[in-house]
């Protein structure tokens, strides 16, 4: 018998399901989930979009653990778990993936609607189906490619879509943690969140992550007068780069990671002041900080 034979049925079966998995990634995309905290209402839609998708393929024991949050419309974050069972449940292979994306950035920039995905040259565009839709989908099907081809896993499978991975998980896989006991000692956990093109990388451990918002204080004028005024967005700049230096402190090294270094980078700016010939007394500005172990 050949050893790869039942791998070669299940890749011709994913292959047949091409179509299914481009319309299911562009039903999605057209599903905005962004955090409350960066302009959006969240996951439930989605969620929600999510759950009748897994009943209607053959997924069992499908729960919802909703995070609390007053921040968005649906009053939580929606986390869901589902099962495809094999032979064994003294283990259960997981695939973790996260429903929630950025914001789309600046519209202009598409070359098509974000949120209306497209097909072209073979690639599939719009916010969202590269993070983390790609993985949630090939998860999805891969498991109804075991049911279509009648092959079943050593042991059971888990689904887990979870919320708030793009703002800090704790409304995300998180609250699943503390607050249900799905995952075991034994279990294998999968989160294919990122990768190469050959399929080849597998990530082993994670930085740290540091999130920081610095305001800056000083004193507000007139633009033409600003000998009265202490120009706190000047300051904050030349603290920007001045943090530049973070580099140069901590210049460990470790290949197990991709980049190889921690990394200090600005990000996100808040509006100051609403007209140009005003010294602004008050700038807030984020960093986001990945440190090495």
């Known amino acids: 018998m050949n050893p790869n034979e039942p791998f070669d049925r299940l890749a011709r079966r994913i292959e047949q399901f091409r179509d299914e998995m481009v319309d299911l990634q562009v039903r999605l995309c057209a599903i905005p989930a962004i955090a ?85 040259k073979g690639r599939v565009y719009g916010r969202g189906v590269e993070d983390n839709q790609q993985d949630m989908v090939a998860s999805l099907y891969a498991v109804k490619a075991l049911q279509a081809e009648g092959i ?52 082993v451990a994670e930085k740290s992550i540091l999130w920081l918002k610095i305001k800056t204080l000083g004193k507000q004028a007139h633009g033409s007068t600003p000998e009265k005024g202490i120009n706190s967005f000047k300051a904050a700049s030349f603290l920007i780069a001045a943090l ?30 609403p007209n140009v010939n005003t010294i602004p007394g008050e700038d807030i500005f984020y960093m986001d900080s990945r440190i090495l172990p």
Not at 256 to 271: G, H, M, V, W, Y
Request: hydrophobic share 35%; charged share 25%; net charge negative.
């Open 152 to 203: 079943l896993p050593n042991y059971d499978i888990g689904i887990a879509l979870v919320a708030d991975e793009e703002t800090g998980s704790r409304k995300g896989i998180d609250y699943v943690v503390q607050n249900y006991k799905a995952f075991r000692k034994q279990d294998l956990i999968i989160v294919p969140d990122a990768g190469n093109a050959t399929g080849t990388m597998i990530e």
């Open 244 to 273: 530049n230096e973070l580099y140069k402190i901590y210049p460990g090294r470790d290949k197990l990671f991709d980049p190889p270094i921690s990394t200090f980078e600005p990000t996100k700016k808040e509006a100051n002041v």
């Open 36 to 120: 409350p905290s960066s302009g959006g209402e969240g996951e439930a839609k989605k969620a929600d979009f999510l759950v009748d998708f897994l009943k209607a393929s053959g997924f069992v024991d499908i729960t919802m653990i909703k995070a609390p949050d007053l921040d968005a419309p649906a009053g939580y974050r929606p986390n869901v778990l589902a099962y495809c069972r094999g032979k064994s449940s003294a283990r259960t292979i997981w695939v973790m993936t996260h429903t929630d994306v950025v914001p789309p950035g600046e519209l202009s920039l598409w070359h098509g609607h974000p949120y209306k995905a497209w097909v072209e």
